[in-house]
Each structure stands twice: as C-alpha cells, then as structure tokens.
C-alpha cells in the first residue's frame, strides 16, 4: 500500500495561485495513477485532474481545465497540482489520491487517500 501527505494548501484572494505537493511512500510510485479529489461543504467528491502512472496522460474536469496543471515527479515520488486563476468555488479540501495501475477519473476508483489539505480563495 502507500501512504500520502498533501502540503501547500492555504488562504488566498481570487486571481491568486497556489501548487500543492503530495508525497507518497510505501510502496512502488510508478505502479499508481495518482489525482486530486476536492470536496467543497456541502457537495460530492469531485476528481479535478489525474495523471497516469508514466505521466503521459492527463484528466481534468471541467471546472478546472486550463486553470490547474497536474504533473509528477516519479524520481521524488512526488504529485503536484498547480493551481491558477483561482475562484472562490475552487474553495475545498484537496485529498491526493492514489489509483492502481490505472488513470482514475471517478473518486471511487482510487485506492488510497491523504488526509486532505485546505484551500480558501476570498473572493
């Protein structure tokens, strides 16, 4: 299995940007899919963008495509999503998540989750 911790999250004003960092151990990074899944008060899980395992391809929803970048770093074991442009309905707890082999565009598909981290744009 692998474990995740997400960083970077904070307080911003809208137009602003902000890139947060999950870091995975555990287990083989190259093995999973990797994603960021918010979740605003109130509404479902929402997977905003997703990356597969070499980093070739990429999934955004729509709220976001064109404003947020997802990438990976699989020498640091590292995901990260680089957000801009902010709105303040991209206010949510961002999780990192983890999918096995494969590229998840459902939060049901991933197998393992950080804690969460918090982003709050004021608008």
Known sequence: QVQL???GGGLVQAGDSLRLSCAASGD????????WIRQAPGKEREVV???NLSGGIEY???S?????????DNLKNTVYL?????????????YCAA???DLGTRPAEYDYWGQGTQVTVSS
């Open 49 to 51: 963008a997703a990356i």
């Open 28 to 35: 083989i990074f190259t093995r999973y899919g990797m994603g």
């Open 5 to 7: 911790v997400e960083s």
């Open 64 to 72: 976001v495509k064109g404003r947020f970048t997802i990438s990976r």
């Open 82 to 94: 680089q957000m801009n442009r902010l709105k303040g309905e991209d206010t949510a707890v961002y």
């Open 60 to 62: 955004y929803s729509d």
């Open 99 to 101: 999918v096995l082999h």
